[in-house]
């Protein structure tokens, strides 16, 4: 979309009507720009798709832009000397995909599943951050909660059983796939946005201990699995409990 479409793609309230749908304008990190901010924005910002296993940030790589992630699973690794990898993280919708204050990226990320994401220049929101004490504000609530997410994610692999294990990173799915949902939701339906190897990966087990681990929560009752990969979860309480949260 061009620039000047843009500028006459305006809501009465000034919002673009690009961003009166999105789901980060709401939840992310754009809920801390005013509607003039939102506008100038939208000039330089651009929405595109990624397919699943493309490389959206390389590790190492000189950070250009950043971006709202609007659907979909982004997978983060850490890469040794050696070539060996380690999952260190998920991201959803809304979160706000970049390193602001770095010039270069520590992480690799990845698309897990097809996401959709909003970037825009690094030059752009490092302006608005120091222009901007609201945004400032919300891209740090945003680094405290990662940071609180991956407290609890040590001590669920330092601590936990492997069956708590798998039962912790599908109530983590849950909790998270769907942006829209209610917090208060009795049940969840979602695909899972990773191959059985990298679960294990992602939680220090074998690929047979996590497939074992599905299957006793599924003739439990726990969850229903349909297609593979579709998982319906008809009371997370009982998987909370499984989780041992």
């Known amino acids: 979309m061009g ?9 009465t309230d000034g919002t673009p009507v690009l961003c009166l749908s999105c789901e980060a304008r709401h939840r992310g990190i754009c809920g801390a720009l005013t509607p003039e901010q ?15 296993g493309q490389e ?17 699973v982004v997978k983060l690794t850490k890469t040794l000397a050696d070539g060996r990898q380690q999952i260190v993280g998920l991201q959803f919708a809304p979160d ?21 994401l909003c970037s825009f220049p ?21 680094t405290l909660k990662e940071l609180d997410e991956a407290r609890d994610w040590m001590v669920t692999l330092g601590r936990k059983t492997a069956a708590e294990k798998v039962a912790s990173y599908l109530l983590m799915i849950a909790r998270h796939i769907d942006p829209s949902a209610e917090p208060d939701e009795a049940s969840a339906t979602f695909d899972l946005p990773m191959t059985r190897a990298d679960i294990a990966d992602f939680l220090g087990l074998t690929i047979e201990t996590v497939s074992r681990q599905i299957t006793k929560l599924r003739t439990d009752g726990v969850i229903v699995i349909e297609n593979n990969r579709h998982v319906v979860v008809p009371d997370l309480e009982r998987l909370e409990i499984r989780a041992g949260s």
Request: charged residues 30%; aromatic residues 4%.
């Open 56 to 72: 959206l940030v390389a590790d190492a790589e000189r950070i250009e832009s950043y971006s709202n992630i609007l659907s979909g």
């Open 96 to 116: 706000f995909l970049g390193r602001p204050f770095k010039a270069e990226s520590r992480i690799t990320a990845e698309a897990a599943t097809p996401v959709q």
């Open 122 to 142: 690094r030059s752009t929101i490092d302006r608005m951050i120091r222009e901007s004490p609201g945004l400032e504000h919300k891209l740090l609530e945003q």
């Open 3 to 11: 620039t000047q479409n843009l500028r006459k793609d305006v809501h």
């Open 38 to 52: 939102l506008t100038a924005l939208s000039k330089t910002s651009w929405k595109h798709k990624a397919a699943e």
